[in-house]
C-alpha cells in the first residue's frame, strides 16, 4: 500500500465494514464474499476495497461503495460459530433474506443502519439461535419485506428500536418473529400499524412481563373501537406496559456528564438531570468507546436512571470515552451529552 501511494499518489480508502471473530476462517476476500451475498449475487471481490485479514483478532475488514445484494440462506454465516459481529458503517446492507445468521450462536453485536427489509419464509429462520445482545437499532426497517418467521428467536435483545417499521406480516399461522427472548425490555415501534392477522401472539411471543412497548396510537382503537388483539395480548397476557407515542418532542440533553470512584471494571456516572420535557425523564443510555471494539460506537452499552450510578463490565486498564443520552418517557432521544475520558485500574 506504501508502494501504490508514493508513486500513484493515490491512498486506499479507510474499511467501512468490519466483521469479527472470523479472521483466520475467512481470511481471503473470495470467502468472505462468499457469505455476505446470496447465490447469483453480484457482489465482486474487486467492489471489496482495502481487504485486511487481523489473524490474531479474528477481524476482517474492507471497503465497499456498492449496496449489498441480499444477504439470504445460501450463506451469510449460517451455522458459524466463530462470528462475533457485523458492522455495515455506510448502510450499504439492504436487506436480509431467509436464514441469515441462523444459528450463528456467538453473534452478539450487529450495526445494520441501511437494512429496510427482513425476510424469512418458508421455514428458513433469519437471525434465530443468536447470541446477539442488547440494544438493536434498524432505524431504516420499514417492513414492506416482513414475512418475519423467527426472526431473533431466542436472542439475548433487551431494546429494539425500530422508528420506521411500518408493518410485520407472517407466512403462517406456525410462524413467529421477535419471540420467546426473556431478556427484553423495550421496543419502539411507534408508527406500525399493520399487523400480522393470523394469530394475536405470534408477534413478540412470549414478551417478558414490564417490557416497555412504544406504539402508534392507532393500536389503541382499531379493534372495533377497542385495542389491537395484539395489544391485548402483550399487555393482558403477558403484563407489558403500553405507551402510545403521540409526541415527538425530543428530551433534554445532560451536559456536565462526569466521572467517578473508577476501579478496573467500572466507573460511577455523575451529572445534573435535565429539565423534563413534556414527557418527564425516563432513563439515559450509556455509550461507551474504548477505541479498539469496533462495535462499541454503535451500540449502547447500558442504562442509567439517574446521577452517581455505576457503569459495569470495563476491562481493566483501559482508556474509554463516554457519553449518555436522556431518554423520556415516550423514548424521545436528547442529542448526546459532553464526552469524558477516563482509565479503568
Request: proline share 5%; charged share 15%.
Amino acid at each position: 500500500m506504501k508502494i501504490r501511494e508514493k508513486i500513484f499518489k493515490t491512498r486506499l480508502p479507510d474499511p467501512n465494514s468490519f466483521v469479527g471473530g472470523v479472521g483466520i476462517a475467512l481470511n481471503t476476500r473470495a470467502l468472505l464474499r462468499a457469505q455476505l451475498a446470496s447465490a447469483g449475487a453480484t457482489l465482486r471481490t474487486t467492489q471489496m476495497k482495502n481487504f485486511r485479514n487481523d489473524g490474531p483478532n479474528n477481524e476482517c475488514s474492507f471497503f465497499i461503495r456498492d449496496q449489498y445484494p441480499r444477504m439470504g440462506y445460501t450463506a451469510s454465516f449460517i451455522s458459524n460459530p466463530n462470528l462475533t459481529y457485523l458492522v455495515d458503517e455506510g448502510g450499504h446492507i439492504k436487506a436480509i433474506n431467509q436464514g441469515a445468521f441462523n444459528g450463528a450462536s456467538n453473534f452478539q453485536r450487529i450495526h445494520f443502519p441501511g437494512v429496510t427489509g427482513l425476510l424469512s419464509p418458508s421455514g428458513y429462520f433469519t437471525l434465530n439461535g443468536t447470541g446477539i445482545k442488547g440494544w438493536v437499532s434498524l432505524p431504516k426497517l420499514t417492513g414492506q419485506e416482513s414475512h418475519m418467521n423467527h426472526i431473533f428467536n431466542g436472542s439475548k435483545v433487551t431494546t429494539f428500536y425500530m422508528p420506521l417499521l411500518t408493518r410485520i406480516a407472517l407466512q403462517l399461522a406456525s410462524r413467529t418473529n421477535f419471540a420467546n427472548i426473556t431478556t427484553l425490555k423495550r421496543v419502539y415501534m411507534p408508527i406500525c400499524q399493520t399487523l400480522s392477522s393470523l394469530t394475536s401472539s405470534d408477534i413478540f411471543l412470549n414478551v417478558p412481563a414490564g417490557t416497555i412497548m412504544y406504539l402508534d396510537p392507532f393500536l389503541a382503537t382499531n379493534n372495533g373501537g377497542g385495542r389491537d388483539a395484539h395489544v391485548v395480548y402483550w399487555e393482558d397476557t403477558r403484563a407489558a406496559v403500553i405507551r402510545y407515542v403521540d409526541d415527538l418532542t425530543a428530551a433534554n440533553p445532560v451536559v456536565d456528564l462526569a466521572s467517578a470512584n473508577i476501579t478496573v471494571n467500572s466507573v460511577d456516572l455523575t451529572f445534573t438531570p435535565p429539565a423534563p420535557n413534556v414527557n418527564g425523564n425516563d432513563f439515559y443510555e450509556v455509550w461507551i468507546d474504548d477505541g479498539v471494539s469496533r462495535w462499541m460506537k454503535y451500540v449502547s452499552w447500558q442504562e442509567v436512571t439517574g446521577s452517581g450510578q455505576t457503569v459495569t463490565g470495563l476491562a481493566s486498564a483501559t482508556n474509554y470515552d463516554i457519553k449518555i443520552r436522556n431518554v423520556d418517557t415516550l423514548h424521545n432521544y436528547s442529542t448526546f451529552s459532553n464526552i469524558i475520558n477516563f482509565t479503568t485500574l
